[in-house]
């Protein structure tokens, strides 16, 4: 008996990366829909029960690789930071996907979307609100889920909680801070998703699914340090424009600062759930709040995140392909190559693939830093961001300020380009080779000011440079 296919899209974003192996173990073949099958890696352990195929859903002609025997499908597409225009291009995706699955026989589309209950949506919940009406015209059965807040290891939602509390002993906050939610774990939105496929009672219905708790923001916060043993003092105060706020949350966090617009807006509007009785229907008991917090830290402790929202690439303000990047130009470019031989290669190779986040550049990491304030300053990604895993590291993933292009761990080569705000696009490049390490920087200026950039930098260059290629041989 051959296994159902199941056709998952947002394969390479916070939810469908966690997604992907429990529906293999549920025994289904996957269908991941990627736009950039460069920066898709499938583990090793599930390349038998996965297909791979591009899609693109504002590319209408990409629809046609959507092999015609599936059997249920994901919608797990948002696009809340990518541009200004955003509710245009969700709505157009929808349009394509629910009319290339209605030239199929599908028999299930589910549909992860956000609680939109109140009359005085965000654009954000608006844009959603509107594909779920799309989607809802198809020829399929079709059920949405509406989440609100998402807490685990790697969510914007936690990630961004976790830095304002970490770092802010006290806080002078926008008023917004005192609007309810109803928090869910990544855990709880995962079983939902499992086991709602295929089950008559949900078709061609939307329910919202939430935690076991309702909070504000406020609140939220403060049981975050309690979690942490911080003790944190929270004054919100009336006169913060929501131009202000986003500042402060863009500041104040790793977010970048078209999400922070997007969450502000949305930050006003309740999120609870009004529709909740799908946790009976599935048999499902939703974590609290501190459950959800506690799970998230035994993730992080034993460096086992599994996807974190950072790896989008809308979290560096960009939407690009890799395969635009990967190979690096030299025609009009400036380059700074330095090779060392190395004591050991595979102690040189591990380094390489641990640089950054909290290992940072083994030398002068002040001066990064400083590099990163600045960058933040201009409206840039900074620091902040970190990085996903301690020790692995896969094309499309952040690694602070930079996006891994290419990263082959065997053959000793990472490639990675810059994010940062710049007046032209640079690249790092770490290459071991007849028993020496090329570490090369490449920049191609944009116009004068790149140029003028490139060299008032060259001195620090010189700097830190030679000092990270020694550290990295050792």
């Not at 583990?43 to 092999?67: F, G, H, R, W, Y």
């Not at 869910?184 to 329910?207: C, H, M, P, Q, Y």
């Not at 970048?256 to 008991?285: Q, R």
Request: charged share 25%.
């Amino acid at each position: 008996m051959s296994k159902k296919k199941i056709l998952l899209t947002g394969a390479t974003g916070y939810i469908g990366k966690r997604f992907l192996p429990i529906l293999i173990q549920k025994g289904f073949h996957v269908i991941c829909g990627v736009r950039d099958l460069d920066r898709f890696v499938v583990p090793e352990e599930l390349e038998q029960d996965v297909t791979v195929i591009k899609l693109d859903l504002l590319d209408a002609t990409t629809l046609n690789s959507i092999p015609e025997d599936i059997d249920g499908a994901y919608y797990l597409i948002h696009s809340m930071s990518t541009s200004s225009n955003y509710k245009e291009l969700e709505l157009k995706c929808a349009i394509n996907f629910r009319t290339a699955l209605d030239k199929i026989k599908v028999k299930h589309v589910i549909y992860l979307s956000g609680i939109v209950n109140d009359k005085n949506l965000s654009k954000h919940l608006s844009s959603r609100k509107d594909v779920e009406n799309e989607l809802a015209k198809g020829t399929y059965n079709f059920t949405t889920l509406r989440a609100g807040i998402i807490i685990g290891s790697g969510s914007a939602s936690f990630e961004i909680i976790r830095d304002i509390v970490e770092k802010l002993p006290l806080m002078i906050t926008p008023k917004w801070l005192n609007t309810k939610c109803q928090p869910i774990g990544i855990t709880d939105v995962l079983s939902f998703l499992e086991k709602a496929l295929f089950r008559e009672e949900v078709f061609n219905k939307s329910f919202d699914i939430g935690g076991a708790d309702i909070l504000t923001y406020k609140e939220m916060l403060l049981q975050f340090g309690k979690a942490r043993n911080l003790k944190r003092t929270i004054i919100t105060i009336p006169v913060m424009t929501p131009k202000l706020s986003s500042y402060w949350l863009y500041f104040v966090t790793s977010t970048s600062y078209k999400l922070a617009t997007a969450l502000v807006s949305s930050m006003k509007v309740e999120v609870i759930c009004k529709n909740n009785d799908l946790s009976e229907i599935l048999g499902i008991t939703p974590l609290s709040y501190r459950e959800s917090l506690d799970k998230a830290f035994v993730k992080i402790k034993s460096n086992q995140i599994a996807s974190s929202w950072k790896d989008a690439f809308s979290s560096g303000g960009m939407d690009m392909k890799i395969a635009q990047y990967i190979k690096v130009p030299k025609f009009g470019c400036f380059t700074d190559a330095r090779t060392r031989k190395y004591n050991n290669k595979q102690d040189c190779i591990e380094k390489i693939w641990s640089i950054g986040g909290t290992t940072g550049w083994y030398y002068a990491n002040w001066l990064w830093r400083i590099r990163g304030y600045i960058d933040k300053l201009f409206g840039g990604v900074g620091l902040r961001r970190g990085r996903t895993n301690e020790n692995a590291v896969i094309a499309g993933d952040s690694i602070d300020f930079w996006r891994v292009l290419y990263a082959n761990k065997k053959e000793g080569r990472l490639l990675l380009f810059a994010e940062m705000k710049l007046p032209g696009e640079a690249w790092l490049e770490f290459k071991i080779k007849d028993e020496v390490l090329i570490q090369t920087a490449t920049f191609r200026p944009l116009g004068l000011s790149g140029r003028l950039y490139w060299y008032s930098v060259l001195p620090f260059h010189g700097f830190i440079f030679k000092g990270m290629l020694k550290q990295l041989t050792k």
